[in-house]
């Protein structure tokens, strides 16, 4: 057990404190949850450009494709320090952290230098088309086609759940491209401009009232060869490569943001008074406020240990496979927490800019997206514990 | 930065489940449980011969002088044993002698303590059985050159096979720790029989017991500060502890999943039983989290430390009995039996829980820090 950090990561960290405490802009009036629309949206690729532009963004790129290299720790620290920096979140988080390291492993030269710099300075947005309507959990049955015309496929087909997609460039979407082969060995990755024709993002209104993700329908599309991404019929160990980015690293920006939402909680406690006294005296609250704090805190200790395993051993350990179950069930907790603790002002829309009420209603999706609990639970029971297969 | 056991630490962990699986097995468990101390002293000086007795007791003093992270890859595996036996009361004791006692108390009681010689335990709650230390209420009054101590002393664990006693009471408005040896004149010691055979609990009556106050342990000025520390060293051995006895639990019933088999299909193919142990896993690998962080931040001497350790008691109370519930309910009928060796962990669990305050406890332990305690 060591967690002090050596001297290339303190100098890596104080650099970035350095750089963060003269840049970050002042916080984007009114709440968060419609970050992919209007005057937000620019603002955060503004700042996603600045942050380009001063070699902090995709730091976990190599050198060559525009990043710096950076090890598992320095992306904690990275982290960390954007946390304690207050900055704004990247917008092009997809494309950095999913999509950006999947061209980079299995891409070819030429995809690599047309689409990685535009990734990192949000010049271009990505989305990722890879659930369908009856292609969620058991993401390989998918049904949108591919069919080679020449040197073009043509797609056709529907994803949905897809965010961002409204804003998107691009899109690394997962077609079928070979329908007489079990449903892993048909499947091909594409990287597919958002602008062609016969794309149409239809916005899916969420229970909160915002539109965050869509469906995207594809009508004879047409995209080039040169566009595949791995090699044809291989595209579910493209996306593998994906989707293990994504267990990678959704840990780590989250831990930030909660933080930040407890911290505001601990505060508006101290501030609302019941029976003449600020909630924060209220031992029920207390026993639940101290709760969030030790499930937050478990989550921290369990994510950097996480990255401690893949950053000295380079796979991941088990622990890692508790991360997602771990986040989105505290956060489920905790929203349920601060209505208890806000009291009756919680469910208004003028209240904090309705930030609790839309945190509360979109924690639901937190057990559902980026693979629901149930998932997750047959993953750690199957590919941790070994036991048998259910399905 | 490495956020898992060294190598070396590793080795002393694989030693350590090597010598439990040997020395301890459940038929060994079972046989202790059923003593009148649950004590082994064969068993005892074996570890006192590894040197696990003085583990973090520094060398001057006969121990290892190794860091708290190294004594929880050996407590661990304890844990996993279901180790009976006043371990963590003579850890709780040494640190307490370790950071109250004069250069002569050290000398004096924690050789021995590391030897394999000497057992001790420490004598805090009452009646009112609170932890805090503001509930201590017991006198010791003074009389001339001595301390006069009158009350009792409850839920004081090994305290037939404790050869010291360090007793928390109180002498006007002050803490003071005074050693009681086991054979003190006016000294009764009652079981109370309880949960868990495996760790006794016992009823303290002192009438006027007697100790010179040259015996205080007193060689500091902050004794509230000293039981503190001490406490929250042995809580965080303990933890590990449960978290041993976790990881048994977690092993046994999922293996029993992958072989029971009902219409025709080992019960760990279906979902609902995978979850169960896949939420087994969750808790003990979360236990696990806490509990390294807390003993690492503990030797550094990191300021948030005993927050630390409050996040980790509050975690493993819960999560040492949930575990048990799982497994029980997994394991069905055969897992509620008297034979099956389940019930040994779970009623360990459930004390431990107890021991040194639930997770009630110390979530007010973190609320007092987290909400009152603003920079």
Same mark, same amino acid.
């Given at each position: 057990?060591?967690?002090?950090?050596? $001297?290339?990561?303190?100098?890596?960290?104080?650099?970035?404190?350095?750089?963060?405490?003269?840049?970050? %802009?002042?916080?984007?009036?009114?709440?968060?949850?419609?970050?992919?629309?209007?005057?937000?949206?620019?603002?955060?690729?503004?700042?996603?450009?600045?942050?380009?532009?001063?070699?902090?963004?995709?730091?976990? !790129?190599?050198?060559?494709?525009?990043?710096?290299?950076?090890? *598992?720790?320095?992306?904690?620290?990275?982290?960390?320090? !954007?946390?304690?920096?207050?900055?704004?979140?990247?917008?092009?988080?997809?494309? +950095?952290?999913?999509?950006?390291?999947?061209?980079?492993?299995?891409?070819?030269?030429?995809?690599?230098?047309?689409? *990685? $710099?535009?990734?990192?300075?949000?010049?271009?947005?990505?989305?990722?088309?890879?659930?369908?309507?009856?292609?969620?959990?058991?993401?390989?049955?998918?049904?949108?086609?591919?069919?080679?015309?020449?040197?073009?496929?043509?797609?056709?087909?529907?994803?949905?759940?897809?965010?961002?997609?409204?804003?998107?460039? !691009?899109?690394?979407?997962?077609?079928?491209?070979?329908?007489?082969? %079990?449903?892993?060995?048909?499947?091909?990755?594409?990287?597919?401009?958002?602008?062609?024709?016969?794309?149409?993002?239809? $916005?899916?209104?969420?229970? #909160?009232?915002?539109?965050?993700?869509?469906?995207?329908?594809?009508?004879?599309?047409?995209?080039?060869?040169?566009?595949?991404?791995?090699?044809?019929?291989?595209?579910?160990?493209?996306?593998?490569?994906?989707?293990?980015?994504?267990?990678?690293? *959704?840990?780590?920006?989250?831990?930030?943001?909660?933080?930040?939402?407890?911290?505001?909680?601990?505060?508006?406690?101290?501030?609302?008074?019941?029976?003449?006294? $600020?909630?924060?005296?209220?031992?029920?609250?207390?026993?639940?406020?101290?709760?969030?704090?030790?499930?937050?805190?478990?989550?921290?200790? #369990?994510?950097?240990?996480?990255?401690?395993?893949?950053?000295?051993?380079?796979?991941?350990?088990?622990?890692?496979?508790? +991360?997602?179950?771990? !986040?989105?069930?505290?956060?489920?907790?905790?929203?349920?927490?601060?209505?208890?603790?806000?009291?009756?002002?919680?469910?208004?829309?003028?209240?904090?800019?309705?930030?609790?009420?839309?945190?509360? +209603?979109?924690?639901?999706?937190?057990?559902?997206?980026?693979? #629901?609990?149930?998932?997750?639970?047959?993953?750690?029971?199957?590919?941790?514990?070994?036991? %048998?297969?259910?399905? | 930065?490495?956020?898992?056991?060294?190598?070396?630490?590793?080795?002393?962990?694989?030693?350590?489940?090597?010598?439990?699986?040997?020395?301890?097995?459940?038929?060994?468990?079972?046989?202790?449980?059923?003593?009148?101390?649950?004590?082994?002293?064969?068993?005892?000086? &074996?570890?006192?011969?590894?040197?696990?007795?003085?583990?973090?007791?520094?060398?001057?003093?006969?121990?290892?002088?190794?860091?708290?992270?190294?004594?929880?890859?050996?407590?661990?595996?304890?844990?996993?044993?279901?180790?009976?036996?006043?371990?963590?009361?003579?850890?709780?004791?040494?640190?307490?002698?370790?950071?109250?006692?004069?250069?002569?108390?050290?000398?004096?009681?924690?050789?021995?303590?590391?030897?394999?010689?000497?057992?001790?335990?420490?004598?805090?709650?009452?009646?009112?059985?609170?932890?805090?230390?503001?509930?201590?209420?017991?006198?010791? &009054?003074?009389?001339?050159?001595?301390?006069?101590?009158?009350?009792?002393?409850?839920?004081?664990?090994?305290?037939?096979?404790?050869?010291?006693?360090?007793?928390?009471?109180?002498?006007?408005?002050?803490?003071?720790?005074?050693?009681?040896?086991?054979?003190?004149?006016?000294?009764?010691?009652?079981?109370?029989?309880?949960?868990?055979?495996?760790?006794?609990?016992?009823?303290?009556?002192?009438?006027?017991?007697?100790?010179?106050?040259?015996?205080?342990?007193?060689?500091?000025?902050?004794?509230?500060?000293?039981?503190?520390?001490?406490?929250?060293?042995?809580?965080?051995?303990?933890?590990?502890?449960?978290?041993?006895?976790?990881?048994?639990?977690?092993?046994?019933?999922?293996?029993?999943?992958?072989?029971?088999?009902?219409?025709?299909?080992?019960?760990?193919?279906?979902?609902?039983?995978?979850?169960?142990?896949?939420?087994?896993?969750?808790?003990?690998?979360?236990?696990?989290?806490?509990?390294?962080?807390?003993?690492?931040?503990?030797?550094?001497?990191?300021?948030?430390?005993?927050?630390?350790?409050?996040?980790?008691?509050?975690?493993?109370?819960?999560?040492?009995?949930?575990?048990?519930?799982?497994?029980?309910?997994?394991?069905?009928?055969?897992?509620?039996?008297?034979?099956?060796?389940?019930?040994?962990?779970?009623?360990?669990?459930?004390?431990?829980?107890?021991?040194?305050?639930?997770?009630?406890?110390?979530?007010?332990?973190?609320?007092?820090?987290?909400?009152?305690?603003?920079?």
């Amino acid at each position: 057990m060591d967690l002090n950090l050596n $001297p290339d990561e303190l100098k890596f960290r104080d650099e970035l404190r350095v750089w963060l405490s003269a840049n970050v %802009p002042a916080p984007f009036a009114g709440r968060g949850g419609e970050e992919e629309k209007g005057e937000h949206f620019e603002y955060l690729r503004a700042w996603q450009k600045k942050v380009c532009d001063a070699g902090w963004a995709g730091i976990s !790129w190599p050198k060559e494709y525009g990043g710096r290299g950076a090890r *598992l720790i320095e992306q904690a620290i990275f982290t960390e320090e !954007w946390a304690r920096a207050e900055a704004p979140q990247l917008i092009n988080v997809l494309g +950095l952290s999913l999509i950006g390291p999947t061209i980079i492993s299995v891409g070819t030269p030429e995809q690599k230098q047309r689409f *990685l $710099p535009k990734i990192l300075s949000a010049e271009e947005i990505w989305c990722q088309g890879f659930s369908e309507p009856n292609a969620g959990s058991d993401v390989a049955s998918l049904g949108t086609k591919a069919v080679l015309d020449g040197d073009h496929f043509v797609v056709n087909g529907q994803k949905i759940w897809t965010s961002l997609a409204h804003v998107a460039d !691009w899109c690394l979407l997962l077609v079928r491209t070979d329908p007489n082969v %079990p449903k892993h060995k048909g499947i091909t990755a594409l990287l597919v401009d958002m602008h062609s024709p016969g794309v149409t993002v239809r $916005p899916l209104r969420q229970m #909160t009232g915002d539109s965050s993700f869509n469906e995207v329908f594809f009508d004879n599309v047409r995209v080039p060869v040169a566009n595949v991404l791995g090699e044809v019929n291989k595209g579910w160990s493209t996306a593998i490569t994906t989707l293990m980015n994504e267990r990678a690293h *959704l840990g780590t920006g989250i831990y930030v943001q909660f933080k930040r939402n407890l911290d505001l909680l601990l505060e508006r406690s101290r501030q609302i008074k019941r029976g003449g006294k $600020p909630v924060s005296e209220d031992p029920v609250i207390r026993q639940k406020i101290a709760q969030a704090y030790m499930e937050l805190e478990i989550f921290r200790l #369990t994510n950097t240990r996480a990255l401690s395993k893949m950053h000295n051993q380079s796979v991941p350990g088990p622990e890692g496979s508790i +991360l997602k179950l771990q !986040w989105s069930e505290y956060n489920q907790r905790f929203q349920q927490i601060a209505m208890e603790v806000l009291g009756p002002a919680a469910q208004l829309h003028g209240f904090d800019d309705g930030q609790w009420i839309f945190n509360y +209603l979109r924690t639901r999706a937190n057990t559902i997206e980026a693979g #629901t609990s149930e998932i997750q639970r047959n993953i750690v029971a199957e590919r941790v514990l070994g036991l %048998p297969k259910s399905y | 930065m490495d956020f898992d056991l060294s190598k070396p630490q590793k080795l002393l962990q694989q030693s350590a489940r090597e010598f439990f699986a040997r020395a301890c097995p459940p038929e060994k468990v079972r046989e202790l449980m059923a003593t009148g101390t649950a004590f082994d002293d064969a068993l005892w000086r &074996d570890m006192a011969d590894q040197g696990w007795t003085g583990l973090i007791i520094p060398e001057e003093y006969g121990g290892l002088g190794l860091s708290l992270v190294d004594l929880i890859a050996v407590v661990e595996e304890m844990g996993r044993a279901c180790l009976p036996g006043p371990f963590i009361s003579t850890l709780w004791a040494a640190s307490l002698i370790a950071r109250a006692g004069s250069e002569g108390q050290r000398k004096q009681y924690l050789e021995p303590i590391s030897m394999g010689e000497m057992k001790a335990t420490v004598a805090l709650l009452e009646e009112s059985a609170d932890w805090d230390l503001d509930a201590v209420s017991m006198r010791a &009054d003074k009389d001339g050159k001595s301390y006069r101590l009158r009350g009792r002393k409850e839920f004081v664990n090994d305290a037939a096979v404790a050869d010291l006693i360090v007793v928390v009471a109180r002498s006007g408005e002050d803490l003071v720790l005074l050693p009681v040896e086991s054979g003190a004149a006016g000294l009764t010691i009652t079981e109370t029989p309880a949960i868990d055979a495996t760790r006794k609990l016992y009823s303290l009556e002192f009438e006027d017991v007697e100790v010179p106050e040259s015996s205080a342990l007193a060689f500091t000025t902050r004794i509230r500060e000293a039981v503190e520390e001490a406490t929250e060293t042995a809580m965080v051995a303990l933890c590990a502890e449960m978290l041993g006895g976790m990881e048994w639990t977690l092993a046994t019933t999922v293996e029993y999943a992958r072989t029971r088999q009902q219409f025709d299909k080992p019960i760990g193919a279906y979902q609902a039983v995978q979850h169960q142990c896949a939420d087994m896993f969750l808790m003990t690998e979360s236990a696990r989290s806490a509990i390294y962080y807390a003993a690492w931040a503990m030797s550094e001497k990191d300021p948030l430390a005993g927050l630390a350790g409050a996040v980790a008691k509050a975690y493993c109370s819960d999560a040492a009995r949930e575990v048990g519930n799982r497994g029980v309910q997994v394991h069905g009928g055969i897992g509620f039996t008297w034979e099956h060796n389940l019930q040994l962990y779970y009623k360990r669990a459930k004390s431990s829980e107890i021991l040194f305050g639930d997770a009630g406890y110390h979530r007010n332990a973190i609320a007092r820090k987290v909400i009152d305690e603003v920079e």
